[in-house]
C-alpha cells in the first residue's frame, strides 16, 4: 500500500503562485510515477500533471503547460506541484497520484487540497 498527503493548498488572488506538497509513504519503491489532478465543483476529476519516478520525466495537461512545474526529491519521497500565474479557472480540489509499475495506472490517491482562486 501507499499512502499519500497533500499540503500547501489555499487562497491565492488571480497572478499568484502556490507550491503543493505530496508526501508519500508505505510501498514507496513500488512507485514509477506521481500525478496532480484536480477536480472543480460540478466537473469531473483532470489530469494537471506527472512525472515519472526513476527518470523524472514529465508531462502537462495543456492548461497547465508554461505555468505550473511539477518535480520530485525522491529522497525525501516528495512531489511538488508548483503553481504560477493562477488563475479563477485552477480553483479546484487538488489530488495527489501514485502509479505502480505493476498496476500501470495511478491507483493511490491522496485526500485532496483546496485551491481557491479571487479574482
Avoid: H
Avoid at 502537462?60 to 525522491?74: E, L
Avoid at 503553481?83 to 485532496?112: H, I
Wanted: aromatic share 12%; proline share 2%.
Amino acid at each position: 500500500q501507499v499512502q499519500l498527503v497533500e499540503s500547501g493548498g489555499g487562497l491565492v488572488q488571480a497572478g499568484g503562485s502556490l507550491r503543493l506538497s505530496c508526501a508519500a509513504s508505505g510501498r514507496t519503491f513500488s512507485i514509477s510515477a506521481m500525478g496532480w489532478f484536480r477536480q472543480a465543483p460540478g466537473k469531473e476529476r483532470e489530469f494537471v500533471a506527472g512525472i515519472t519516478y526513476s527518470r523524472a520525466n514529465t508531462w502537462y495537461a495543456d492548461s497547465a503547460k508554461g505555468r505550473f512545474t511539477i518535480s520530485r526529491d525522491n529522497a525525501k519521497n516528495l512531489v511538488y506541484l508548483q503553481m504560477n500565474s493562477l488563475k479563477p479557472e485552477d480553483t479546484a480540489v487538488y489530488y495527489c497520484a501514485a502509479q505502480t509499475a505493476v498496476a500501470g495506472r495511478f491507483g493511490y490517491w491522496g485526500q485532496g487540497t483546496q485551491v481557491t482562486v479571487s479574482s
